[in-house]
């Protein structure tokens, strides 16, 4: 079981920025992958950033050039800093982790934290 602690929501106007925070219960090492999706209301959850084990990432093409996903291996925390944010970056942001065994997986979410940008 992986536990996923996220903060830095918040409200903001656009064209500002924040930081998300998500930390792990488990070593970064252990997990295959972490990242951030998000969720729009009437909308479904779109993934934003990925990274693999090794530091490979993944941007949703909507924020490559404004977020940046990065990872402190000694905290067991990824972070997602968030520039040049825009009202449509409005949604509950989900912090992510995938753990592979073998040929299973296991997906796990954190609470949500609401990101609101203003026009």
């Known amino acids: 079981q992986v536990q996923l602690v996220e903060s830095g929501g918040g409200l903001v106007q656009a064209g500002g920025s924040l930081r998300l925070s998500c930390a792990t219960s488990r070593s970064i090492f252990s997990l295959n992958a972490m990242g951030w999706y998000r969720q729009a209301p009437g909308k479904q959850r779109e993934l934003v950033a990925t990274?693999?084990?090794?530091?490979?990432?993944n941007y949703a093409d909507s924020v490559t050039g404004r977020f940046t996903l990065s990872r402190d291996n000694a905290k067991n925390t990824v972070y997602l800093q968030m520039n040049s944010l825009k009202p449509e970056d409005t949604a509950v942001y989900y912090c992510?982790?995938?753990?592979?065994?073998?040929?299973?997986?296991?997906?796990?979410w954190g609470q949500g934290t609401q990101v609101t940008v203003s026009s």
């Open positions: 992510y982790a995938r753990s592979v065994t073998g040929w299973e997986w296991s997906d796990y």
């Open positions: 990274m693999n084990s090794v530091g490979a990432k």
